[in-house]
């Protein structure tokens, strides 16, 4: 019997699966809380998230590095929460302007005065260094993997949060 060679190189070697369920699993409290940081409610934090394992799942086939898939979840997702908070961007110059949530009552007691001025002071910052401050301090993502997850170099990572990092400590003592 004669065995017929692969047609492209691509289909010669066998790809790795990709375990969504393990990465949801390990993965999906970070990406909802990173999510509630950029767009400052839980139920659109959780939409977002949902959405970015869905297609995850559905691109599958694409995904060419199994060990980036962690990565392409986290762009995913911030990419979706760009995609919210430009929505209600537009929906705030269309019409009324948009009134965030308000956080429910055990949330206001377990949440201080000072982390909800910081959490004032980070939505006010432009959103590379908004972005860029989350990933690093709440993710604990190095600068290489920030890089990749923002889609810039890893200097344009350091010079933005070192900016963040100024802008907010000029926000929080002006509060003060």
């Known amino acids: 019997m004669r065995v017929e060679p692969p047609a492209t190189a691509e289909e010669a070697v066998p790809r790795e699966r990709v375990d969504v369920a393990a990465i949801f699993a390990a993965h999906h409290i970070g990406l909802v809380r990173l999510a509630l940081i ?5 139920a659109t934090a959780e939409d977002v998230v ?21 990565t392409y979840v986290r762009s995913a997702v911030l990419n979706g929460c760009r995609s919210v908070l430009r929505r209600r961007a537009f929906a705030f110059r269309r019409r009324t ?6 956080w429910s009552a055990e949330s206001a007691v377990l949440i201080g005065e000072e982390r909800r001025e910081v959490l004032a002071a ?14 690093r301090y709440y993710l604990e993502l190095s600068d290489p993997e920030i890089a990749d997850v923002m889609g ?8 933005t ?7 907010l400590g000029k926000a929080l003592k002006e509060e003060a």
């Open 50 to 70: 949902q959405e970015a394992f869905e297609r995850t799942h559905a691109g599958l086939p694409r995904l060419r590095d199994p060990d980036k898939a962690l």
């Open 97 to 102: 302007p948009y009134e965030p949530p308000i």
């Open 152 to 159: 810039i170099g890893a200097s344009t990572v350091r010079s």
């Open 161 to 167: 949060i070192a900016r963040g990092i100024a802008a």
């Open 38 to 42: 950029m767009v400052g409610d839980l």
């Open 122 to 135: 980070l939505q006010r910052l432009p959103r590379r260094q908004r972005e860029a401050l989350v990933l």
